[in-house]
């Protein structure tokens, strides 16, 4: 095979396969946009599930690395109903399989464990086009370019790797994150700090939802969730953090006030995230030389399995890559078929599940409290 697997971006997915590939002595270059590992804010807590993130950190050979970033109590969760009345609270009894932990943590983890050089930072893909033979050239936004017999796009959302393979692009779908953060909880916001508990929060409602966490550092992250079209979003300043905060809580208005206190005492200015899907079931026919990890692949609104996704595509695919070392296109054939059901399954089955939080199904309490 190629003496190198080059890989576009540097998030879990990439850096997993970089890793995984690293284990089994092949060598990879990864390019990443970022110029730096801390050049902005890696998103919240994770967490990594026993059927898909942890199979990927075993394949890593990062079990020990893992357990020390882990958060202990972190899996303990509540559901809330909007009127603030309590339908689950469930502590951590340290026997669940989603031990959660913090993106950025989780990807300097991976960092580390790679080479010195294996990552190029401030390497923006501006396009791709293929040479013929399974060769590609990927052309980057400072002028320079590269050549490789094989490519892996895990360059997420809005992939330049993607259209070598699908004309598919990823469409509104409806909803969006604000994101907010309140520091030091426990002794400035003791009632919002009481609500999300030690792990984390959901509420259930079909006007939308507030979702918070418990990071590290007594810091609460909290995500509201709303059914919106891009255009109501776009009519809020958000470079106006007061007017902002206050325009999303009014959606929420009747609802608990240490709920809504997650908005409106943010000590952060909020930030919108709308979230964007490809096509449920999205998948591609060979194309030798390329192929496709994470949400390059199978973007869907967050639902719990992005990154574990992510992370089990990269592993996945660097295992097929060491175990096929001289038929690469067997090896990439064998990958994405497994990567197209898997991430069908998982998209269909987390779609149900948050289907149960916005129409107050009694499923969702089933779940978490082991009813029949």
């Known amino acids: 095979m190629t ?18 590939l690293h284990v089994h002595g092949i060598a990879a270059a990864v390019y990443e946009a970022e110029l730096s590992p801390t050049a902005r804010m890696q998103g919240g807590m994770l967490d990594i599930h026993d059927y898909n993130g942890q199979l990927a950190v075993e394949a890593a050979e990062l079990v020990d690395e893992f357990r020390g970033i882990v958060l202990e109590g972190r899996q303990a969760i509540r559901i809330l109903a909007s009127d603030g009345t309590v339908l689950v609270d469930k502590a951590d009894d340290g026997t669940g399989g989603r031990p959660e932990a913090q993106r950025a943590e989780l ?3 991976l960092l580390e464990s790679l080479p010195a050089g294996t990552v190029r930072w401030g390497y923006k893909a501006s396009g791709v086009r293929a040479l ?17 017999s094989l490519l892996v796009g895990a360059d997420g959302a809005w992939s330049r790797v993607r259209p070598l393979l699908s004309t598919a692009t990823p469409e509104y779908a409806g909803q969006s994150f604000v994101e907010t953060y309140l520091y030091d909880a426990d002794t400035q916001h003791p009632a919002a700090a009481k609500a999300v508990g030690g792990g984390s929060l959901m509420t259930t409602s079909p006007d939308g939802q507030i979702h918070g966490h418990r990071e590290r550092g007594d810091t609460l992250h909290t995500y509201a969730v709303l059914r919106r079209p891009l255009d109501w979003f776009a009519a809020i300043d958000f470079t106006d953090a007061a007017t902002a905060l206050a325009r999303v809580a009014r959606e929420f208005d009747g609802w608990a006030p240490e709920l809504t206190a997650l908005i409106t005492d943010s000590d952060t200015a909020p930030v919108w995230r709308p979230h964007y899907a490809l096509p449920t079931g999205h998948r591609w026919d060979r194309v030798p030389g390329v192929t496709l990890v994470g949400d390059a692949a199978h973007l869907s609104v967050p639902n719990g399995e992005g990154a574990n996704l992510a992370m089990l595509d990269g592993a996945e695919l660097g295992k097929a890559l060491a175990a096929h070392r001289d ?44 009813r029949d």
Request: no cysteine; charged share 20%.
């Open 3 to 20: 003496s190198s697997v080059t890989i576009i971006g540097a998030g879990l997915g990439g850096l997993t396969l970089a890793r995984v």
């Open 327 to 370: 038929d690469v296109e067997t090896a990439l054939a064998e990958f994405e078929q497994a990567m197209f059901l898997r991430s069908t399954e998982m998209t269909a089955e987390a779609a149900e599940f948050f289907e149960h939080i916005a129409d107050e199904n009694p499923a969702l309490i089933d779940m978490f409290t082991g």
């Open 132 to 148: 013929g033979a399974g060769r590609h050239e990927v052309s980057f936004a400072d002028g320079s370019t590269i050549v490789t």
């Open 107 to 109: 990807r300097q983890m």
